[in-house]
C-alpha cells in the first residue's frame, strides 16, 4: 500500500469515532474520505499499480515462463540423451523455425526474401555434421549463395536488400545453432553429451540468473533503448550462473576440459550470449514488434528463446575448438 492510501485510510479510522459527538458534518466528510479512498483504490486497480496486482502478476508470469522453458530444456536434453541423429535433427527443425520468425519480421519491414532458398538452408545447416564429408558447413553456405545468386539475376523484382536478407537468415539462425549439432557430433558418447548439456546449460543458466536477478534487483539499465528490462544487477548475475557451471564441467574434466578454460569459456559465452539477446532485441525494435512469434507462452518466439543460444553456442564452439577439446 503507497504512502497516500496508508494516509487516506487513517484519515477515515481516526474520523470514525469522531461520527458520535460531532454531528452530520463529521460523518458526511468521513463518508467523503471513504470514498475518496475507494475510489483512489480503483483507479490504480484499473491501472494495475496495486502491490497485489504486481506481485501475482510477476508470480504467474514466472510460472508461466518456467513451465514453458521446463518442457523446451526437456525436449532438448532427450534428444541430447539419443544422439547426435536426434539432436541436429531438433536442432535443425528449431532452426527452421527461427529462420521463419525473422524472414516474418523482415517482411514486416517492407523487406522480399526467399524463403525456399533460405528456409531450405536453414534446415541443412544442422544437419551437416551427419555428411559424411568435411567441410559439409561451407558446403551449404555456398549452395546458399548460389542459389541466392541465381534467384537475383532472374527475378527482376529482388533487389541487393532481399538478397542480403534471404543469405542472413539462416547464417544468423541457423548456421550458429548448427554448433550445437557439431558439439554433440564430436563425441557420440557420454562425453559429448555431458558437453554439449553443459554448453547449452550455461546459457539458460545465464538467462535465467539474469531475469531473476534483474526482476528483484536490477537498478542500472542495461541497454534501455533497445531492452528497457535488462539491468547491470542481471547481467552480472547471469555472468556468475554461466561460469559456475562451467566451473562444474571444468571439476569433472568433462572431455579434458581444465578450470581456467573452463571459468574463461564461462564467462565469454555469458557475454556473447548477452549480445544475443540484444541483438534480436534490436531487430525487433527496428521492424516495430515486440515478439518475433508466439509459439511458446511466456517467451514469445521461438527465436525469443533461442537468441542467446546462437551466438552463446557459437563461441562456445569456438574456444572449444581453440582449447583443443574438440
Not at 527461427?98 to 544442422?126: I, K, V
Not at 541465381?150 to 550458429?176: H, K, L, Q
Not at 558418447?189 to 554448453?199: D, I, P
Not at 552480472?236 to 559456475?244: E, Q
Request: with cysteine.
Amino acid at each position: 500500500m503507497s504512502e497516500q492510501e496508508r494516509s487516506d485510510k487513517a484519515q477515515v479510522q481516526n474520523a470514525a469515532p469522531n461520527t458520535r459527538v460531532g454531528g452530520g458534518s463529521t460523518l458526511e466528510n468521513s463518508i467523503d474520505r471513504l470514498e475518496r479512498f475507494r475510489a483512489s483504490r480503483k483507479a490504480r486497480f484499473d491501472e494495475g499499480a496495486l502491490r497485489g496486482q504486481k506481485v501475482r502478476g510477476w508470480t504467474e508470469k514466472l510460472i508461466l515462463r518456467t513451465a514453458t522453458g521446463v518442457l523446451y530444456a526437456v525436449i532438448i536434453i532427450g534428444c541430447l540423451y539419443f544422439g547426435r541423429i536426434p539432436t541436429s535433427v531438433v536442432i535443425s527443425a528449431m532452426a527452421w523455425l527461427c529462420c521463419s520468425e525473422f524472414f516474418r519480421m523482415a517482411r514486416s519491414a517492407g523487406r522480399m526474401p526467399n524463403d525456399a532458398w533460405g528456409l531450405a538452408a536453414a534446415l541443412a545447416y544442422p544437419l551437416a555434421p551427419l555428411l559424411p564429408i568435411s567441410h559439409s558447413m561451407l558446403l551449404v553456405t555456398a549452395l546458399l549463395l548460389l542459389g541466392c545468386a541465381v534467384w537475383y539475376v532472374w527475378t527482376p523484382r529482388a533487389n541487393i536488400s532481399d538478397v542480403a536478407i534471404t543469405a542472413f537468415g539462416p547464417i544468423y539462425t541457423s548456421m550458429a545453432f548448427s554448433c550445437i549439432s557439431f558439439i554433440r557430433a564430436s563425441d557420440p558418447g557420454w562425453g559429448g553429451f555431458f558437453l554439449t548439456l553443459g554448453v547449452m546449460g550455461s546459457v539458460w543458466a545465464n538467462d535465467s540468473a539474469a531475469y531473476l536477478v534483474g526482476s528483484r534487483l536490477g537498478k542500472h539499465k542495461l541497454a534501455p533503448r533497445i531492452s528497457p528490462n535488462k539491468s547491470v544487477e542481471g547481467f552480472w548475475g547471469g555472468i556468475v550462473a554461466s561460469m559456475a557451471v562451467w566451473a562444474l564441467m571444468g571439476a569433472f574434466k568433462i572431455q579434458g576440459l581444465t578450470m581456467p578454460h573452463a571459468l574463461l569459456t564461462g564467462a565469454f559465452v555469458a557475454f556473447t550470449s548477452v549480445v544475443g539477446d540484444l541483438f534480436e532485441s534490436r531487430i525487433k525494435r527496428g521492424v516495430g514488434v515486440k515478439d518475433s512469434g508466439d509459439i511458446m507462452p511466456g517467451h514469445g518466439g521461438l527465436l525469443d528463446r533461442s537468441d542467446s543460444m546462437l551466438f552463446g553456442g557459437m563461441t562456445a564452439y569456438v574456444l572449444l575448438h581453440i582449447g583443443g577439446i574438440l
